[in-house]
């Protein structure tokens, strides 16, 4: 029997609009009007909320994981009432936790009065652990950007005095310098830029006061003002000249090396770089925790000059990292420098040599992860074959099944439907022997036009646990067998009654809704586990009944929270989160 469906629901469950949502969604009336989509999302978030708050007072404080996630969906959605009733009813100071989050919101939307007067006073004891100017100047800045958006200057200024700690006050000029330099205002720009180099000279930590250094220079450059930026990279590096922190002074100089490159001085910023090193190489190491630090910062050299294109000097600088034994303190560090310049050369299009770095590294995880950018690279330039020959490098199994199933939705993407459906039928993907029961007979073997096989049965129970492969697998399964038009006997809701992983669930229902119909999804999500109130239980006889309700309940909520979020994605693609 077909559900009644999600828009039906929808007007059924919710109440007139939100007082917070409404009334500061702004003067504009489009703005305060919800769409269908956005009422959808309410609802079905609505739902979820009340599924879990009908339970006992004795099992809520499991659940306030469920109710954080739900907020922080409804905060993407714009529906900051619901949110902020919703964390309201969680443990732990989670409503003061978000509410600066839900307070950025509003003040974004041009209510910078009202952003403030929704937080609490901050105490020396209290859940949120930020200092008032802090938490005061971000809701600021969020309020100046919107301001600066709409082309409004004049109001953005108003508020210049306002703000309390000097790193605000140095974005906030340097925000202002930028959106006159638009406006072809170069003399208020200029002395913004000023003002903005003031400010951030009088940031008391040497990190912050060299990354505010490094981000107005950056806006410089970006407005192609070489001469300022030339003169705030020298201002840069007078500073670090005068920083009591080793660590400090090392990025200071690394990142002015960088920004020179950004320049065009690739003269200066080979001198820098080679002045960072110079200091790491000569350091005398006679502990084991000073060669780890010296590691991590080679690293970080080697990162920066690859992030600018200078790949041949990132790569001798990452050899200089001891890795003469995967025992040696700095091992990892050299092996995740070499993925991040494989990464890198990705992003900028050097296929050869990203595969060149690649194939060093040699540590199966590293390896997999710049060989997956590489596959990712070149979908994005059309070369089916290259990806392909990329994915076959991948040496964990599962993220190789992952990297094989975004080429086929990228060759369904193309109109190639037979390559898509080869690539998939191609995949080998074996269930892992942890995860059989003594009664099976063979492994299960991964099938994308098989949703039983989609789900979490090829990674070590305990890693499992902690890792999001066996969710993108099925997403990416999900999206395929979607978009293919693949049809199966039984009803989803059947085929994944046997998932163990709630997250999991939640990503098919997402994918399943950013895909194709969201009804259709609601359909099966509002079916899957269980919304039934938990039972209690005294002693151990009980315990196992009472996770596998826990499962059956997550399993539910988070499927509605994947509807909403595929949803959400569908009307904002370009911000879709992974």
Not at 55 to 75: F, M, P, S, T
Not at 266 to 291: C, G, H, V, Y
Not at 423 to 442: C, K, M, T, V
Request: glycine share 4%; net charge negative.
């Amino acid at each position: 029997m077909r559900l009644i469906p999600l828009l039906v629901v929808t007007l059924m469950l919710l109440r007139p609009a939100f007082s917070l949502s409404a009334d500061h969604a702004g003067s504009n009336g489009a703005e305060r009007k919800k769409s269908p989509d956005s009422l959808r999302v309410a609802a079905l978030l609505k739902e979820a909320t009340e599924i879990v708050l009908k339970q006992k007072q004795a099992q809520r404080d499991w659940y306030h994981g469920l109710l954080w996630e739900i907020g922080k969906v409804q905060i993407q959605a714009g529906d900051l009432e619901a949110a902020r009733e919703c964390f309201s009813k969680t443990n732990y100071g989670s409503e003061h936790f978000f509410l600066t989050d839900i307070a950025e919101v509003v003040a974004r939307r041009g209510h910078l009065k009202q952003a403030l007067e929704m937080l609490p006073p901050v105490t020396t004891n209290g859940c949120n652990g930020s200092k008032k100017d802090w938490r005061d100047d971000r809701l600021r800045l969020a309020y100046l950007d919107s301001r600066l958006s709409r082309g409004d200057l004049q109001q953005a200024r108003q508020i210049l005095e306002d703000f309390k700690a000097a790193a605000s006050r140095s974005a906030s000029f340097q925000k202002l310098a930028v959106a006159s330099m638009k406006q072809d205002d170069k003399a208020e720009a200029k002395s913004h830029f000023q003002s903005a180099v003031a400010a951030a000279e009088s940031i008391k930590d040497e990190f912050d006061r060299a990354r505010a250094l490094c981000r107005i220079a950056d806006s410089q450059i970006e407005l192609a003002d070489s001469d300022a930026a030339a003169a705030t990279i020298q201002r840069l590096l007078r500073q670090a000249d005068s920083f009591n922190e080793g660590s400090a002074k090392e990025a200071a100089i690394r990142e002015a090396a960088v920004l020179a490159a950004k320049t065009g001085d690739r003269t200066n910023a080979q001198r820098l770089f080679e002045r960072a090193l110079k200091r790491l190489i000569e350091i005398e190491s006679p502990s084991r925790l000073l060669e780890e630090k010296k590691g991590y910062y080679l690293k970080r050299i080697a990162m920066a000059q690859a992030s600018v294109g200078y790949f041949h000097d990132a790569r001798r600088t990452a050899s200089l990292i001891d890795q003469s034994s995967d025992d040696s303190p700095s091992y990892m560090d050299a092996k995740s420098a070499f993925c991040e310049i494989s990464l890198a050369q990705s992003r900028a299009g050097f296929m050869n040599g990203a595969l060149e770095t690649a194939q060093e590294i040699d540590h199966f995880q590293y390896e997999a992860t710049a060989f997956e950018e590489i596959v990712s690279a070149q979908i994005q330039r059309g070369d089916r074959n290259a990806a392909l020959a990329a994915a076959e490098q991948i040496g964990i199994s599962i993220e190789k099944a992952i990297a094989q199933l975004q080429i086929a939705i990228a060759c369904e993407k193309a109109g190639d439907q037979a390559a898509a459906k080869e690539i998939a039928a191609g995949i080998r993907l074996e269930q892992h022997e942890e995860n059989r029961s003594i009664y099976q007979a063979e492994p299960v073997m991964f099938d994308y036009s098989n949703p039983r096989t989609w789900a979490d049965l090829y990674e070590h129970p305990r890693t499992s646990v902690f890792s999001r492969r066996g969710a993108e697998l099925a997403s990416a399964a999900m999206t395929l067998s979607l978009m293919l038009d693949l049809q199966h006997k039984k009803p989803f809701e059947e085929l994944f009654c046997d998932i163990r992983r709630p997250d999991v669930i939640r990503a098919l229902a997402r994918a399943h809704a950013k895909t194709r119909d969201a009804d259709q999804a609601f359909e099966w999500a509002r079916q899957i586990g269980s919304d039934a109130i938990v039972p209690p239980h005294d002693d151990d006889d009980y315990a196992d009944e009472q996770w596998q309700a826990r499962i059956a309940l997550n399993k539910r909520v988070l499927a509605l929270i994947g509807v909403a979020e595929g949803i959400l994605d569908k009307q904002h693609p370009d911000q879709a989160r992974r």
